[in-house]
């Protein structure tokens, strides 16, 4: 049984679709999933590096609306539970409770998970990060799951919903090009 599907929508994403896909190997070892990428019109090397990871691409013609562009991927879910993530996010060491969750049978008890983001917006000289973080409910049961919103799209929770403490760092907000390559 497909336990998760990972589901990412991107566009000319080269320099951060790697790392995010690499940041999931140790999940997709230890726990039966796909990826579903959708892509939403990319004229770079985007689609080809997704291809290396990616159970399943989705070309998508770009209507303006995130929610339709995710829900692409959700249609054609196998898996259990479905998780969303971005290109430009990617999972630190923290995955490991995340793995747990599912390893552990946790998932079992609940219907809905919550993971923090760190969002990242610059680096100082010293290398140091100004961030903000928020909990955003990333992964849930897939049974008639649907994203909402045009823009700023999200997925209704359900309960019981589980605070997993595992962490995405989001690097989409660095303006500086040298400085997202080092975050």
């Not at 995010?20 to 230890?30: E, F, G, V, Y």
């Not at 689609?47 to 770009?62: G, L, Q, T």
């Not at 991927?73 to 599912?102: N, P, Q, R």
Request: overall charge negative; glycine content about 4%.
């Amino acid at each position: 049984e497909l336990i998760l599907t990972i589901g990412i929508i991107g566009k000319n994403n080269e320099d951060t679709i790697e790392r995010c896909l690499q940041s999931l190997t140790p999940l997709r070892k230890a726990v039966k999933s796909e990826i579903i990428y959708t892509d939403t019109g990319s004229n770079d090397n985007t689609v080809e590096i997704a291809s290396r990871y990616a159970d399943k691409i989705i070309h998508f013609e770009w209507s303006g609306n995130f929610a339709e562009a995710r829900n692409t991927a959700v249609k054609i879910a196998k898996g259990v539970w479905f998780m969303w993530i971005d290109t430009d996010e990617y999972f630190d060491e923290s995955i490991d409770e995340l793995i747990s969750f599912f390893e552990s049978g946790d998932h079992k008890k609940y219907l809905s998970g919550i993971i923090k983001v760190k969002n990242i917006f610059s680096m100082s000289l010293d290398y140091s990060f100004e961030t903000s973080s928020l909990h955003r409910l990333s992964v849930l049961e897939d049974n008639d799951t649907k994203f909402i919103f045009k823009i700023h799209e999200g997925i209704p929770a359900k309960n019981p919903v589980k605070n997993i403490e595992a962490q995405l760092v989001h690097t989409g907000y660095i303006i500086d090009d040298k400085a997202k390559a080092e975050a």
